[in-house]
């Protein structure tokens, strides 16, 4: 049999082949456009060195301003290339960094530090001390478009002593200061950022940001990767790798599958995504504790979320350990109220966990008024039954399956909790801030130290669940101003215990970052990832 | 001709105007706002200050006002996400969009109607049944789901194909290196298109054999091969025709779940973004862009049918 091959007789087809023509030669033109791509090519590059290229994936294009940087992505990428004046050790105590020695005055009201000498920008610019003015300056400016400005509202003013020595002065003493100079706050360069506002510095935030990291930036291609190279000036041990790529995946299955082909070597996962890790050639999944609490909120303004015992009754009817195993698969630790294990120096291990005890809880709520009916519904004196909308943002697996459990959980004391998942922003706008809600499955990433006077001190921004508890503001305003570590661990202890009687929120568990790491890397830090980016020039990848 | 291309004109600028008003309503009306205001760690104050900065404290119908004035300046705003100006972020994703989906469109065309005759003068033949049982599949299948598994095989097990990305990481990206990047996703974005553009031909051509005219061709003695393309396919590409215009936008608007899976930089992942940022000014940009594009494609459709049916007429249609 022979093929009959399809003819393109005259008319008609003649003009679909020239527009196949056409069409041909707009892919060959998007071709060559997308080619040439945004590519821009860094003067200086680091001398070569043999430890290859380590690959880490972000979901989208980073804005390169530590200041005015608003998302997660953007945030690892300027942890490598603006360093602070400290940065966290594995305790993530904080540590020298730009600043090589501080003393803070007797009464707490003014930090001085002593700069590194003979560091230099990417650009060899020199860095000193009104680099550090100049970026807190910028912090504490409301209009300056700073994300930074609520860690920072006890500074007063910064004063330049000498080109390497700068003074903070702070409105009252601030025991979380340190540790949050380490966190964010990278230095910004004062050559090339002053004169004009920070979110209109687009060169500088997306192609050609000048820090004073172990890595600085090569090439930016946008939507797809972000290429950092040695950096030749860098001031403390020398970079072990040649580069690292920040490279666009913004699905994280897509992650996964990009890792066991080799094309990423630093992920951090889903308890969800464990089963397609575990086991794979070539490739280790690492845990770390990390800085956060899953909660389930309850408006206290709310009549029957108001009462502590309540609040103790539903915290006590829900099975945190069954959580813990089946949903985050022992990926997270047991809570004792809103100070996570990760804080070492302050987590009170001494207290004992909410025990899981529905009917000592169906006690509690007993005496606040609320009885199990013949239907076995919860019901107060004048018959309403006990109902919560449960507020949980969508796509997550690991929260929408904790809430399904802690739905499960309160339906066998006989409370009928409605689930609802709604777009992440969606929830915190039109819900959480304007107080319109029962109750919402949701957490909090704090830096690390154990200041939570933001969130649960009565009266502030932060505090969307309203609570007040007159013992708890004592505690948390004194534990802010004082410098003393002791003293500091005694009053966050008791801050927990008051939790326990009168909790804020329900707290569900604390998780550990799970990392699925390339089996060839090393050097990198016992830390969450963000953290571990402050310690760059450590990483190392053997050789294949 | 020309008449009836300028009219057409006219009325694309009209229904321009009333998409990105209905569009500007529907992303406000939109519950949430922008992302960068719902980071619960803001004070009231910081929210207060970046609303500001953003203009979106102000009354919508003003918001609208300054829109359309800027627009008439050629200036599309700056992107909330991006802090960048929206029209240069949008041009740094179409040329990825315009080669991923136009090597998708062009695998249909190429694949799809070839394979149609075939199949309509051989109706239920084994390569009509194993075309058919695919196309069936194609159309089943969930891009993500297609798009995940062919990672799986090509990229994890074989290791012979990129599992994502448009360039490899470490830049080099010669032509070889970017024809490796588009193998999967453009396979995977013309699969369900190629199976529908030849369900509709294959229907269609069987439709115009069974017709009086392709019976009198033969009986006049028209060779076979002349029957096929100039009587019977000629009539039969007029829906065909339809459903390739019905796959033009996406030549600029992409396509969000397939690029999202390949992390391919093109405007269907940026208008993904831009909407669950609520970023006002490049959601507004990218409807522009993206309905200029579906008001020119449905252009092109007007003239290909005209070129198709000599019995359409312009003032018909």
Known sequence: MTMRVPTLPHGAWRRALSGALALSGILALAIVVACGGESVPHSATGKAGNGGTLRIPLINDPILDPVIAPDIGSVMVNKVLFPGLVRPDEQLRPTPDLAESWSTSADGLRITFKLRPGVKWHDGAPFSAHDVKFTFDQIIDLASGSRLRSDFAAISGVDVDDSLTVTFRLRTPFAPFLTLLGYNAGILPKHLLQGAPLTAATDFNRKHPVGTGPFMVQTVVPGTSLTLVRNPYYYGTPPRLDRIVFKVVPDLNAQVAQLRAGELDLITIEPANLASVQGAPGIEVLQVPVVQHYYVALNTTRGRFHPAEVRRALGMAINREAIIKGVLRDYADLPRGTIPVALRDYFADSIAPTPYAPDSALAMLARAGWRRGADGALRDAHGSTFDIELLVDKGNPTREQSALAVQQDLAKIGIHVSIRTMEFAALVRDRILPGNFDATLIWWTTPPDPDQYAFYHSGQDNNNVKWSNPRADSLLSLGRITLDSTQRRAIYHAFQRVEMEDPPVLVLFYPREIQAVTARLEGFPSLGIRDALRHSERFALRAK | ?317
């Open chain 2, 1 to 317: 001709m020309a008449a009836f291309l300028l009219r057409r004109l006219g009325h694309a600028m009209l229904v321009l105007l009333v998409v990105c008003t209905v569009t500007f309503a529907i992303v406000h009306a939109a519950p949430g706002g922008p992302s960068l205001l719902a980071d619960p760690k803001l004070s009231v104050a910081e929210r207060a200050a970046i609303a500001e900065r953003l203009g979106v404290d102000r009354p919508i119908p003003e918001q609208y006002a300054r829109w359309l004035t800027r627009l008439a300046r050629g200036d599309l705003g700056n992107s909330f996400l991006y802090e960048t100006n929206t029209a240069s972020t949008i041009a740094q994703r179409l040329p990825n969009t315009l080669l991923l989906a136009g090597t998708a469109l062009l695998i249909t065309i190429v694949v799809a109607i070839p394979l149609a005759a075939w199949c309509a003068e051989r109706p239920g033949g084994w390569l009509d049944r194993i075309a058919g049982a695919l196309a069936m599949g194609a159309i089943s299948i969930p891009v993500f789901w297609l798009g995940i598994v062919c990672i799986l095989v090509f990229a994890v097990r074989l290791g012979i194909l990129p599992a994502g990305g448009a360039v490899g990481a470490e830049g080099g990206a010669s032509l070889a290196d970017r024809a490796r990047h588009l193998v999967l996703p453009s396979l995977v974005l013309a699969a369900a298109g190629t199976a529908e553009l030849l369900r509709y031909t294959r229907a269609s051509a069987r439709q115009q054999y069974a017709r009086p005219f392709v019976r009198a061709a033969r009986a006049k003695g028209v060779g076979e091969r002349a029957v096929r393309w100039r009587h019977a396919m000629r009539n039969a590409l007029i829906p065909a025709v339809t459903v390739i215009g019905l796959q033009l936008p996406r030549l600029v608007g992409g396509a969000a779940i397939t690029e999202t899976v390949f992390s391919w930089p093109g405007m269907g992942r940026l208008g993904i973004e831009a909407a669950l940022a609520r970023d006002y000014p490049l959601v507004m940009g990218i409807t522009l862009v993206v309905s200029a594009g579906v008001l020119l494609a449905s252009l092109l459709v007007d003239v290909a049918y005209l070129a198709l049916d000599p019995r359409i007429r312009p003032d018909q249609s």
